[in-house]
């Protein structure tokens, strides 16, 4: 059998994958990583390696401390398995795992391969799941490899730390680190991940030079992030943002590690009766999960910071500077990322609420506000005000990430809405493309919705999105064969954007003004 060496692993070199049987006389897909051979499971559409552990785990003295090296083993690891949730509880109704359940021993990943075989190295796409970094997890059905990897890419997801296991920041923390930082440990394993992408993706045929990121809300505040820190530069070529970025949010900022600090300390000590770094290690992971979990709270007491060692600054400042990692960038929004904020309202939108809103927050530019989101019908006043809560919840947040990196970088920026969301559920609110509609899309993943009576345009856009992604991963451009034409995003180009819908096609942006607005009256 003709073999060759690649980063050290003896590979097939079709598809790079260790013969069979060669560690026993196992017919599943082997490969051999930096720290042992896995093996992974063959669906004859592609090979899956789930729950391969990429650093070692972060409890007892690890415990918010940056990951560190994963332990090698001997023989062969069967990853055929989703490794165990990061410890979360229960925020978001729409979370549905596929793995054993919660545990600080949870920083795994996953890699789904074609399983035709490639003569060519495949360009890699690095999921970031969402979760408000509070909650989720790489096993839900709808972010599964499977299908996208079918594009001619390599998949990878991994967990990553949340909630007060990711993002607490205390001054015996930053003492302890030698850099004066603190916070931010679910970041760093998402840094540590790529790091390992570019070590051993290779030996499952992947490229470690041709690397997206992409991911949603805070998997996409996650790749603003990434694109900012000098701790990810040379780990990725390309970058993806579904609804999400760390500048301005009306729910999400980055603050100084010296406030974060304030807070959390604070916030331990008042939920727990206790302040020290010896104290806060010695609690049992379920006890300090109780404490900051649903009901108690909604769970989003810890935040991402300005620590000084992942950021050196806030992230608008780095890009306003042209520090950040200078890569293609494809990113957007949905249509109607407002709506569960409206739908769930007790109190309904009207223009004379609207104009309440207009005057408490914007004073004496409410005049502009009432032109930019009009109601001059009910209509037009549910519509307005469902804008302008999606576009303070996540929306211009993504609008000036994409604006920041056109100011100061060299690469293209490809901008879409999107805008067919699944087909309304007759006895539910009206959510539209809600927030979070798109993923099922992006991974081929409509049936995981299986109460969802699904459309053939749902599913025709679910291909063409398929598409899209891959083809940027693979060359920086998502245009191909078949698909309608998706201009870079410039304002020699009059600022066109990808409406991703029945047909798909793009148009010049005819709420730049609203943007614009929002901008100079959120300016800091």
Known sequence: MNTKVVHGSLVLSAMLILPLGLFGESSAPQVKTASGVVEGKDDGRVHSFLGIPYVAPPVGDLRWKPPAAAATWSGVRKATEFGAHCMQGRVFGDMNFRDSGGSEDCLTLNVWVPAKPSKEKLPVMVWIYGGGFVAGTTSEQRQDGTHLAQQGVIVVSMNYRLGVFGFLAHPELAKESGRNAAG????????????????????????????TIFGESAGSFSVSAQMASPLAKGLFQKAIGESGAAFYSGGLSFEPLSVREEKDVKTVSTKLGVSTLAELRAIPAEKLLAAFAPPQSRGFDFEPDVDGYFLPEAVPAIFAAGKQND???????????????????????????????????????????????????????LRSAQDFAGDRFIAFSTWDWMESQAKTGKQPIYRYRFDLGPPA??????????????????????????????????????DE???YWANFARSGDPNGAGLPKWPVYTAADGWRVMFLDAPCAAHKDDLRDRYLFLAGAWAK
């Open 465 to 467: 999105m398929q598409k």
């Open 184 to 211: 931010n440990y679910g970041l760093l394993d998402q840094v540590a991940a790529l790091h390992w992408v570019h070590d051993n993706i290779a030996a499952f045929g992947g490229d470690p030079g041709n690397v």
């Open 425 to 462: 559920d007759p006895k539910g609110p009206q959510l539209g493309a809600y927030h979070s509609a798109e993923i099922e899309y992006v991974f081929g993943q409509l049936d995981s919705k299986a109460e969802v009576a699904w459309k053939a345009e749902n599913r025709a856009l679910s």
């Open 327 to 381: 890569v293609p960038l494809l990113a957007g929004w949905n249509h109607d990322e407002g709506s569960y904020e409206i739908a769930y309202s007790p109190q309904k939108p009207t223009a004379d609420s609207l104009k309440a809103t207009a005057q408490k927050e914007f004073g004496d530019k409410a005049a502009e506000f009432v032109r930019l989101y009009p109601s001059d019908t009910p209509e037009q006043a």
